[in-house]
């Protein structure tokens, strides 16, 4: 079996053979094209993110962008279900969508455009992603998702009513305390943003 090594390797047939700043392998002494060492860094990649409270369309929307080749989708509630832990495991959710955040990072480092289905309900959420994408050069678009309450408990009454095994079951009391806790973004904050797209509530198409 091939391996690296230091320094050179000799012309075994078969291994890896290792020449100034490229790896090229050998098969019965026929010397493969080479292979850069390092891919050339072309545009920087995108980090869509989504705001907007349970069942106002997010993971509709995202499944959209990613078939539309807008970047690979890390979605947090599926993971957990294919995983096999129940959505009522808050500490196992926490602990799971931060490491698929860190994850995502290490994806636009290397250039992997990402669609990252989070609901970003509160400001600091937001400005630690902006700033997070920023500091690895990339760009960054904001999906706003604003639909009235009711529509929204109608909408996840109906989804409960599907039993979907990657759609956590949010009641009634819970959509409230969401509601309560979520801080719609400023016309400031959403100037940080290399494109803003508005859905919802009569409010739709792209800002900036």
């Given at each position: 079996?091939?391996?690296?090594?230091?320094?050179?390797?000799?012309?075994?047939?078969?291994?890896?053979?290792?020449?100034?700043?490229?790896?090229?392998?050998?098969?019965?002494?026929?010397?493969?094209?080479?292979?850069?060492?390092?891919?050339?860094?072309?545009?920087?990649?995108?980090?869509?993110?989504?705001?907007?409270?349970?069942?106002?369309?997010?993971?509709?929307?995202?499944?959209?962008?990613?078939?539309?080749?807008?970047?690979?989708?890390?979605?947090?509630?599926?993971?957990?279900?294919?995983?096999?832990?129940?959505?009522?495991?808050?500490?196992?959710?926490?602990?799971?969508?931060?490491?698929?955040?860190?994850?995502?990072?290490?994806?636009?480092?290397?250039?992997?455009?990402?669609?990252?289905?989070?609901?970003?309900?509160?400001?600091?959420?937001?400005?630690?992603?902006?700033?997070?994408?920023?500091?690895?050069?990339?760009?960054?678009?904001?999906?706003?998702?604003?639909?009235?309450?009711?529509?929204?408990?109608?909408?996840?009454?109906?989804?409960?009513?599907?039993?979907?095994?990657?759609?956590?079951?949010i009641t009634r009391p819970e959509l409230d305390r969401a509601a309560a806790l979520?801080?719609?973004?400023?016309?400031?904050e959403l100037a940080a943003f290399d494109e803003v797209h508005r859905h919802g509530d009569g409010a739709s198409g792209r800002v900036?």
């Amino acid at each position: 079996m091939g391996h690296r090594c230091r320094g050179g390797c000799d012309s075994t047939p078969g291994v890896l053979r290792h020449f100034p700043g490229k790896w090229s392998s050998t098969l019965d002494g026929v010397q493969a094209p080479p292979i850069p060492s390092d891919p050339p860094r072309t545009a920087a990649p995108l980090l869509t993110l989504f705001c907007g409270l349970p069942g106002s369309g997010k993971s509709t929307l995202a499944r959209r962008l990613e078939a539309a080749g807008a970047g690979l989708r890390v979605c947090t509630d599926e993971w957990q279900a294919a995983l096999g832990v129940p959505h009522a495991d808050a500490d196992f959710h926490e602990i799971l969508q931060r490491r698929l955040y860190e994850h995502a990072l290490q994806l636009l480092e290397h250039r992997v455009d990402v669609v990252l289905e989070d609901g970003l309900w509160m400001r600091q959420e937001r400005a630690e992603k902006v700033a997070d994408a920023r500091a690895l050069g990339a760009r960054v678009v904001l999906h706003l998702v604003q639909v009235p309450l009711e529509t929204l408990w109608g909408r996840l009454q109906a989804r409960n009513e599907a039993g979907d095994a990657a759609d956590y079951p949010i009641t009634r009391p819970e959509l409230d305390r969401a509601a309560a806790l979520f801080e719609p973004p400023t016309e400031e904050e959403l100037a940080a943003f290399d494109e803003v797209h508005r859905h919802g509530d009569g409010a739709s198409g792209r800002v900036g």
